[in-house]
């Protein structure tokens, strides 16, 4: 079994907070010489940790690009390495700052810190999946075989993900965070307000609003709303007239199946049975959020399973592996090739396993997740596939395949497909016959790849019989 160890830095933005953390991981091919090598983190050490800073921001559109490169620079050297000494990393963009405008010059400023590495700005379900998979939720609903829900409480929102069976079966977001009302550790004056707040308050004749001092009691019936809608969003207690609004994207499909629920993000580590002698020593709500969820309906009628890790569910970097797929077994148009840092969207076997209609209205469904705001997104599909696919397996797979990313078809987007048995020849003639005159698509197998990992495929080698892949799997701690 080949061995090696990888210095890789997880860099995380979040609405409220940044954090920085340098691993040591161990990689190991656990394949056969004769086989696709299947490679796995065997073993993590983070060797630095950051301080937890607020991310800087300079104003509510925009993040401040310098002070971040100022701040990794800065741990950088408080750990002792150059940024020459990183082989791989992550730079993790979630929540609001997400939907800052200026989210990819933050990426552009830290481009050089991580060597080769993975950056992802995370709409709302991808950032679901990356927090269920961070607090551990996903290992649990594996060994459990059972349907968890990972609630993951930050500053802005709320993102879930429910697996099942250590699959992701569906995500949903709400805003509900810590710090969407901001109050004065010393002279309880409010500072800001979140503006669906504010329509809240406002129709709850509430006397909350920035300038003024506040209390504890004046601030409980909006913290009570914030709490009974979280309640709503697994499937418990009466709907609140304010779940809808308080919908960042949509909520969570098969909700009726939940078994137990964990907790991550900042507010997880404020679900206390007795409130903070300082309920605002954070300068937000997040205290008295924490206390009323840990008296809520969730508690009480869920199984509450202790998370991996709360606010420090985060990426610690990434691990690659390479490998060349053999050309006789795929099929692809050589102008797709080189790309670079594309997410997997992996489909789940229950949804393979069904009709083509379904199966390409659930990829069609899936697809959002990768979506961030407007924009179109861009993915690699993976499938399982079948050992030995009849004629009939390849063309209900190709058929749900294109049916399922129209929306990217329509648009002339490169279709990338990863399939782990070896069916990828086959259907890649299928989809030629599907998709429109000279369509430039790839479909290659022998390559197993998860939810949360990343792709890049070279330029074809040896004549065109091979092309070099490399998979990217995020780490967490």
């Not at 901001?182 to 129709?203: C, N, Q």
């Not at 001092?213 to 019936?221: G, I």
């Not at 900042?266 to 020593?281: H, I, M, S, Y």
């Not at 797979?397 to 990338?416: N, R």
Request: glycine share 8%; net charge negative.
């Amino acid at each position: 079994m080949a061995k090696e160890t990888i210095l890789s830095v997880g860099i995380d933005l979040g609405t409220s907070t940044t954090q920085l953390v340098l691993s040591e991981l161990t990689v190991e091919n656990f394949a056969s010489a004769f086989s696709v090598p299947r490679i796995t983190i065997s073993d993590k050490k983070v060797v630095y940790r950051s301080n937890v800073i607020f991310t800087p921001l300079l104003n509510e559109t925009e993040i401040a690009d310098e002070p971040i490169r100022h701040f990794v620079s800065e741990q950088y050297q408080k750990a002792g390495i150059s940024k020459e000494d990183i082989q791989m990393g992550a730079v993790i963009i979630t929540g609001e700052t997400a939907r800052k405008k200026n989210a990819n010059k933050v990426l552009q400023a830290l481009s050089g810190y991580a060597g080769d590495f993975v950056v992802a700005t995370a709409g709302p379900d991808l950032e679901s999946i990356i927090a269920g998979k961070g607090a551990g939720t996903q290992t649990y609903s594996e060994e459990k075989n059972g349907s968890i829900v990972n609630i993951d409480i930050g500053g802005g929102t709320s993102n879930l993900a429910l697996f099942k069976a250590g699959e992701v079966a569906a995500t949903a977001c709400f805003d509900i965070g810590g710090r969407l009302i901001k109050v004065d550790p010393k002279t309880r004056k409010v500072s800001y307000v979140a503006p669906k707040l504010k329509g809240i308050l406002k129709k709850i004749s509430s006397k909350i609003e920035v300038g003024k001092t506040t209390t504890v009691a004046e601030l409980d019936p909006i913290i009570t709303i914030l709490a009974q809608v979280l309640e709503n969003s697994i499937g418990l207690g009466k709907k609140s007239p304010f779940y809808d609004l308080l919908i960042t994207n949509h909520d969570l499909a098969k909700s009726d199946e939940i078994t137990a629920v964990t907790f991550s993000g900042g507010v997880a580590d404020c679900l206390t049975d007795q409130l903070a002698a300082d309920p605002f020593k954070y300068g937000d709500i997040g205290l008295l959020l924490g206390n009323k969820l840990y008296h809520s309906t969730i508690f009480s009628q869920k199984e509450i399973l202790s998370s991996e890790e709360t606010i420090g569910a985060t990426v610690v970097g990434a691990g690659s592996h390479t490998t060349e797929v053999s050309g006789s077994t795929i099929a692809y148009t050589k102008e797709v090739l080189p790309v670079k840092n594309l997410p997997i969207l992996k489909i789940s076997h229950d949804d393979e396993q069904q009709d083509e209609k379904y199966l390409a209205q659930q990829i069609a469904e899936k697809l959002k997740w990768y979506q961030l705001e407007d924009d179109l997104p861009k993915v690699a599909l993976a499938i399982e596939g079948v050992k030995s696919p009849s004629f009939e397996d390849i063309q209900r797979y190709a058929a749900g395949v294109v049916g399922g990313l129209d929306v990217l078809i329509s648009h002339k987007v490169p279709l990338i497909i990863m399939v782990k048995e070896d069916m990828a020849k086959a259907l890649g003639h299928s989809l030629f016959t599907r998709l429109p005159k000279d369509y430039p698509f790839v479909c290659l197998d022998s390559v197993k790849v998860e939810n949360g990992d990343y792709i890049d495929i070279g330029l074809p080698v040896a004549s065109g019989a091979a092309l070099p892949v490399i998979v990217k799997t995020l780490v967490f701690n």
